[in-house]
């Protein structure tokens, strides 16, 4: 006779139910934290933008197109900023999800796995707000030497910037995950090494599709610190592998 495997499928989509339901609540309660603080968040968006000489010059104006738009940036701006506050208790329910398939010693990475998520998620945004707006606006906003006036719609350029931070706070969770995966087995610093090349393409495409402009200079600033992130992944991998495959040289 067949075994029924119904009861612990539906056993499995209710626990998925319930860590998304979790998930969501905290998403709502950091969304509604950042809501409180939404103006001072967007004048913090804005602060690249006032280092230009097109916008010390008085030339440039942000502007909204539509009756809604206040409204409309100001909820995306509350859920990223509520995102990232929330993200450590989402990835915790993530990791209570898929825990009762691990090993007793792989559970064990649970802490390491979403403080080390959480942290390497808000790095990438610093170091994307600090290191990489700066010269990347300033270049485009002022391209032509403050010559001409101009008029950017709020709402556009926030959801630039919000989409550079979002990013590479997903790009520094690289390491961190190289780790997490070799520990559990699923892959090792060989593995990555051997894929340098197909990385390395893969990230110049990547590079050239969130970069606003075709310029190589934008487009290398993005490429090499992501790439940097991937040759961290694959020294943390081999320094986090077991200690029998620990001896392998890093190819």
């Not at 990489?132 to 032509?144: G, Q, S």
């Not at 008029?151 to 926030?158: C, E, G, V």
């Not at 699923?186 to 599709?209: D, E, P, S, Y």
């Not at 487009?219 to 320094?239: C, F, K």
Request: aromatic content about 12%; some cysteine.
């Amino acid at each position: 006779m067949a075994k029924d495997t119904t009861a612990p499928l539906l056993d499995h989509l209710e626990e998925l139910r319930s860590r998304i339901i979790y998930a969501l609540i905290f998403l709502v309660i950091g969304a509604g934290a950042a809501w409180t603080y939404r103006t001072q968040l967007i004048e913090l968006l804005k602060e690249p933008l006032t280092h230009t000489q097109l916008y010390q010059s008085g030339k440039l104006q942000l502007v909204v197109m539509q009756l809604t738009d206040q409204f409309i940036l100001s909820f995306n701006v509350a859920l990223w900023g509520g995102l990232a506050l929330a993200l450590p208790f989402i990835l915790h329910q993530v990791w209570l999800f898929i825990a009762p398939g691990l090993y007793p010693e792989e559970r064990r990475w649970a802490a390491p796995f979403v403080m080390g998520a959480g942290l390497s998620f808000l790095a990438g945004g610093v170091f994307c707000y600090f290191v990489i707006l700066p010269p990347m606006v300033k270049f485009l906003a002022d391209f032509l030497g403050g010559q001409v006036a101009g008029m950017f719609n709020l709402s556009a350029y926030l959801s630039q910037i919000v989409t550079f931070l979002v990013a590479f706070g997903i790009f520094f969770e690289l390491p961190i995950l190289a780790v997490v995966l070799t520990k559990i087995g699923i892959v090792n610093h060989t593995l990555l090494g051997r894929a340098r090349k197909v990385a390395f393409m893969a990230i110049l495409v990547l590079a050239a599709v969130i970069t606003p402009t075709p310029d190589p200079w934008n487009m290398m600033l993005v490429a090499l610190p992501i790439y940097a992130l991937y040759e961290l992944g694959v020294v943390l991998s081999r320094m986090s592998a077991p200690r029998e495959a620990a001896t392998g040289a890093l190819e």
